[in-house]
């Protein structure tokens, strides 16, 4: 048997990058001498097999033979018989169709590394069209890769343009969008999913809520063409925090109201930490970026409505988000952050237990607590008003 280094590994060498997680494929091996040599079969549908101490996956080499609509409709056929150019055939772009040898050498049947030198994302064969995953993925990878200037070929964004006009990404599931939504927040220009996926009709069908946030797209946008607020947003969020929450919240503060973020979040099953940040970023954006106008009351109301008080992260992270959005610039400390900061600081200063000599009970605690915090929020100097 011969076993290959393949995939991101190969590919993320040759581009100079870490890699992170290495995949195998094995050639001329079966599963029961997989087995035998003592791997630990994790595949279901394929054999794929956790080597035992390196914990890396290693899969026999395998052909994927589309059989029936929806992207689980495949036939796998894994034997001893499959060769490393068939297996390489079955990947989706051609710099993930690069395989390593034990001594180094390269087997590159499809251009990978030219593609690699390009700045190419390119499918490997027509069959490309069989998986709608691989629309999301050449989407992610333009994001990934935007800064060493990698750009989607025009014969394969025809192809996904036909695979959305076909239907094709209608059987994608919400679980497997959100998946690679997350790997393009953390991306270098995670606006590069979204102007993809929109150049070829797909966001319309996967992610219909951004895809009107967004508005019309010009083929692209990096031209003369302003970007749309949202993706101007985003991009001025990644330069503010590498937190893809934050980066979330950035991008659908636009929907200005709680509800089609929380409906959004809700169908992709986004973590909370997503929905908390992108409903109240939506819902309260204007106000955050009103702080310093505020008077102590609204201001009061604003950091409870946020929840400030028990988490005090919060406060921080909305005013990124809102910042991002605004035109201040990101180079110097946004003063409705530091009016928040200080705000939420002073009122908390003002604890329950101070009110224990005052004999309150119940309610009558929670008024006086409140109005003993508004009058130290109008002790504050108000920025604005010297
Ligand atoms: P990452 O750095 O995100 O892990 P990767 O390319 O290694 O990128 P994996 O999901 O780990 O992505 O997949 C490993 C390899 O399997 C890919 O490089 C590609 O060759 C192949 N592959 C993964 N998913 C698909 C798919 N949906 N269609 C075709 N080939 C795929
Ligand atoms: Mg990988």
């Known amino acids: 048997m011969d076993t290959y280094l393949v995939g991101g590994a190969v590919r993320d060498r040759l581009l100079g990058l870490t890699v992170r997680e290495r995949d195998w494929v094995v050639v001329g091996a079966t599963t029961e001498e997989m087995l ?51 297996d390489l055939r079955r990947r989706d772009l051609t710099i993930n169709a690069i395989a390593q040898a034990a001594d180094g050498t390269l087997i590159d049947p499809f251009g990978g590394t030219e593609d690699l030198r390009l700045g190419r994302l390119h499918h490997v064969s027509p069959a490309f069209v069989e998986d709608p995953v691989r629309v999301l993925r050449c989407a992610r990878f333009a994001a990934q890769f935007a800064r060493q200037g990698f750009r989607v070929s025009h014969a394969t964004q025809e192809l996904m343009h036909q695979m959305v006009a076909d239907g094709e990404v209608d059987a994608l599931t919400p679980e497997r969008v959100w998946a690679e939504l997350a790997r393009a927040l953390v991306s270098a220009i995670p606006g590069r999913f979204f102007e993809v996926l929109q150049r070829c009709d797909a966001l319309a069908r996967v992610l219909p809520e951004i895809d009107t946030l967004l508005g019309p797209s010009p083929a692209s946008h990096d031209g003369d063409e302003a970007p749309p607020r949202a993706l101007r947003a985003l991009a001025r969020a990644v330069e503010l925090s590498d937190r893809p929450e934050i980066r979330f919240a950035a991008l659908v503060l636009g929907f200005g109201q709680a509800d089609p973020v929380e409906s959004l979040c809700d169908r992709l099953r986004t973590p909370n930490a997503f929905r908390d940040l992108g409903r109240l970023a939506a819902r309260y954006h204007l106000a955050i970026r009103d702080a310093t106008n505020l008077a102590p009351e609204p201001l009061l109301k604003l950091l409870e409505e946020l929840d400030a008080f028990r988490r005090p992260g919060r406060v921080a992270d909305l005013a990124l988000a809102v910042q991002a959005d605004d035109d201040s610039d990101l180079a110097t400390p946004y003063p409705p952050a530091e009016r928040l900061a200080t705000a939420q600081a002073t009122a908390a200063a003002v604890a329950a237990s101070d009110l224990a000599a005052t004999g309150l009970r119940g309610a009558a605690i929670g008024a006086e607590l409140h109005a003993r915090r508004i009058a130290t929020l109008a002790a504050l100097p108000r920025p604005d008003k010297p």
């Open 36 to 86: 035998a040599a003592g791997y630990r079969q994790v595949g279901r549908d394929f054999p794929v097999f956790i080597h035992p101490e390196s914990g890396d996956e290693y899969a026999l080499a395998r052909t994927e033979r589309k059989s029936a609509p929806g992207y689980r409709g495949f036939v796998v056929h894994a034997s001893p018989e499959v060769t490393l150019e068939e």
